[in-house]
């Protein structure tokens, strides 16, 4: 057995692994292709890279992803820690600034004695099979797994695999937004505050700039309008196991809207809880965008995931009321995503079911989420210490979420997709209590006692 222990992948679930192997006093190597080789939808150097939105998601207690963070946070999760003190405004929500997130996780892993970085794609010259066969290894590359990577994991695992594919929003500046018509404010701030005079509530509303959330209203034509365009407009071709193989967790702007004229405005459009205060009445679609740096200079349209060509992202999304005049600093992608059928293959501690050497970690397990993704590199991570130390593994407790997902993933299910932190894959409450807020709330502290022990 090698003195080290490899993690293949400098993602936020290899990072996480690698960190959590390192403080325990064992070496790692920490193989990373970049900046050899690019994934398509990867551009930075640093690690820990986020390419679709900076949302963490939800902080809050009640919340099943605020909880897994919280969870995070009494195992001493690093990359948690770096979230925590990257953050922008978001509201309730963790949201990071990407560029200080990325460039403080390099700095913590580069910094770190224990662990050596290899850059260098396995399956050129390093192959997996010769790693596992004398030695511990953690993959975590992603869900844009390399081909010759991929081709390997196959290789090993036989033909188990499967594809769903992901989209990412697109960025625009600030000042290029139209202040005019957009206003500040987070969902029903503006409806609870509108017990005044009317007149007074507009002129106040409009100079709010201390929200998380600017919002653009839109009236039934305007909507309307922009409907038609999205869903007629050109997108980049997909062959037809693709077009089946859309994640429903994230789901492309324009397919949601196919489904029905006002699916948006029941989804990421809807207005409830808002007031236009140029009208002083609830707005017929409303389109939020979430600050995406430090300096808040830029910002992500939220729920608006797009597989369109960018020439069409420019021209329908300006459409929308308060975009005419909007500067894209990205547009939004589709890339490939890869997962292995982990219900089949591993067990609840992330390690492969017919060599004990392997552990998978991060999105190609089935987890879906940032959170979700350092979640399951933490016990992947924990897990290869045991392993290496010759010691009983640990299997979090299913009623914690990050038991529950560990669990999810490593129980047999012939409809298996990704899977993100929710409620509904924890065991139920021994009482019955209707009241949801109470319910989660209930289950978010019999959790937190239990990662406690």
Same mark, same amino acid.
């Given at each position: ?74 195992? %001493? ?41 290899? @850059? ?19 993959? +975590? ?26 989209? +990412? ?15 500040? &404010? ?20 409009? %100079? ?27 997108? #980049? ?34 207005? #409830? ?11 017929? +679609? ?9 300096? &808040? ?43 292995? $059928? ?7 501690? *992330? @390690? *492969? ?8 970690? &991060? ?13 399951? &590199? ?27 997902? +560990?669990? *999810? ?12 932190? $929710? ?31």
């Amino acid at each position: 057995m090698k003195d080290y222990i490899t993690v293949i992948g400098a993602g936020l679930a290899g990072c996480e692994a690698a960190y959590q192997i390192a403080k325990e006093g064992i070496k790692v190597r920490l193989y990373e292709m970049k900046p050899k080789k690019y994934t398509p939808a990867h551009s930075s150097e640093n690690m820990a890279e986020i390419v679709c939105s900076n949302s963490f998601k939800s902080n809050l207690h009640t919340n099943a992803c605020g909880l897994l963070k919280e969870e995070l946070r009494i195992l %001493d999760s690093l990359l948690i820690k770096i979230a925590d003190e990257s953050a922008v405004p978001a509201g309730q929500a963790l949201a990071v600034d990407r560029e200080i997130f990325s460039k403080r996780v390099t700095d913590e892993i580069k910094n770190n004695s224990n662990i050596e970085i290899i @850059n260098e794609e396995i399956g050129d010259s390093t192959h997996l099979k010769e790693l596992i066969d004398d030695g511990i290894v953690i993959v +975590a590359t992603g869900p844009l797994t390399s081909d010759l990577l991929s081709k390997e994991i196959m290789d090993l695992i036989g033909d188990n695999d499967l594809h769903f594919y992901d989209a +990412a929003a697109p960025i625009v500046t600030k000042e290029s937004i139209d202040m005019n018509i957009a206003f500040w &404010g987070d969902r029903y701030d503006q409806e609870r505050a509108k017990d005044e005079d009317i007149d007074s509530w507009k002129e106040r509303i409009k %100079d709010i700039d201390n929200s998380d959330y600017i919002n653009l209203p839109m009236n039934k034509e305007e909507y309307e309008n922009f409907w038609n365009e999205l869903v007629n407009a050109e997108v #980049v071709e997909l062959h037809e196991f693709e077009k089946r193989e859309i994640f429903e967790g994230c789901m492309p702007v324009e397919v949601m809207a196919k489904r029905g004229i006002d699916t948006l405005r029941y989804g990421p459009l809807k207005p #409830v809880g808002f007031t236009d205060p140029r009208t002083g009445f609830r707005p017929y +679609a409303l389109v939020q965008l979430r600050q995406d740096n430090t300096e &808040g200079s830029i910002y992500n349209l939220v729920g608006f995931q797009t597989n369109l060509k960018f020439g069409e992202q420019k021209r329908v999304f300006s459409m929308i009321p308060g975009l005419e005049n909007a500067e894209f600093e990205k547009y939004g992608v589709m890339h490939r995503n890869t997962y292995i $059928n982990s219900t089949k293959l591993l067990d609840a501690t *992330y @390690n *492969y079911k017919d060599n004990n050497n392997l552990f998978f970690a &991060g999105q190609l397990t089935g987890v879906e989420g940032y959170v979700e993704s350092i979640s399951s &590199g933490l016990v992947a991570g924990i897990n290869a210490v045991k392993k290496y130390k010759n010691e009983s593994k640990i299997e979090f407790n299913e009623r914690t979420m990050i038991g529950a997902l +560990a669990k *999810y993933i490593s129980t047999e299910n012939e409809k298996f997709q990704p899977m993100n932190a $929710n409620f509904g894959i924890v065991p139920e409450l021994n009482e019955k209590i209707r009241d949801k807020k109470l319910r989660y709330e209930k289950l978010a502290d019999r959790a937190i006692n239990l990662i406690k022990l």
